[in-house]
């Protein structure tokens, strides 16, 4: 993928590296301080005397910032500069994380969650504009270098928690400071490392817009093939317990949610290499609907083999479309519209991941069956694979919506 006719000559190998490794650590700050909380939830529920909706609650309310606070993120990467914006996010999470460890109740925990989503959510429109101005001929491999960063972060998060943070830092409370110093460690890394050559592009945005396009067919076609695979991804976490559990099937619910998400690292590794050349074509995001609506049978009605194989699929289907699509506002907008774009699709997009799973609950409770909690998702991975062919010759498309 090249770079646009108005950059300037490609950036030397520290340049790269620099650019790279800044890259890798911002995305696991998107992830790191949201998935150190399900380990440690029964703690939580037991110390503060949760029922199930407190809980429910807890555990949404990074969903609905990262939709809502997408578009705050665009405001400031419009008035400081994505670096900037980037800077403060990160700042944010820690302190939100941070304030979640000596919250005394559950609504100071719900008000500093608060804290963090919002984040994440703002940090999220900014890594597009970034990848950009950084690696601004290498944009496929930038942003495969920082999901990759994300995926790494969901996963570290979940498999050092219980056996490693808690008990260091004495308990879950401990657990939530140790994680906000990561992040605090990242920002001052990135503050001091970030390359600067390209600070016109990464600082300032020149026009000064911030509004999401809402009119733009763009924006909601990639919005909504984002949601389907955000929906999948969140939907299937939620329910596969419950679903494996009513299903006589208890045994397989650790096993299926670890491949599940182990299985997005290696779409990551892969695409490390090839995300830019897949990024506008047509056939993978296709191939990735069908294939996840195959896997999802599977899911439903396999063997406990299928169901794990299954489970491995999805994620990585997931994980693939995830990298390929975050790759999209960066390449299709103008260089000052990346963050507008990248905001609307995120509030589109994690939109889907709230509503879906309340409407999987609907359908399993109107039908009486546990199965029917994936009709939704099923539909949704065709929607993917209908969509997809829009991603042809939208090149010009885009370009044309960011001028009216």
Known sequence: MRAPPSSIEAPGLGHLVTAVALLWLAGTGLRMTILAVPPVIPMIRDDLALSATEVGILTGIPSVLFALAAIPGSLLIARFGALTTLLVGLLATAAGSALRGVAPDIWLLYGATVVTGFGVAVMQPSLPPLVRAWLPDRIGFGTAVYANGLLVGEVAAVAITLPVMVPLAGGWRGSFLAWAVPCVAIALLIAVMAPRRRADAATVVSNRKWWPDWKSGLLWRIGIMFGTVNAMYFTTNAFIPEVLTRTGRPDLISLTLTVLNVGQIPASLILLAVAGRLVRKVWPYVACGLVSFVALLGLMFGSPAVIVISSIVIGFCDATVLILI?????????????????????????????????????????????????VPILIGALLLAALAPSVTGIRHHGEAEGRG
């Open 326 to 374: 975050f790759a999209l506002p960066t390449i299709l907008a103008r260089p000052d519209d990346v963050h507008r774009l990248a905001a609307g699709m995120f509030t589109i997009s994690y939109s889907c991941a709230v509503i879906t799973p309340i409407l999987s609950g609907l359908a399993w409770d109107l039908s009486g069956e546990p199965l029917a909690a994936f």
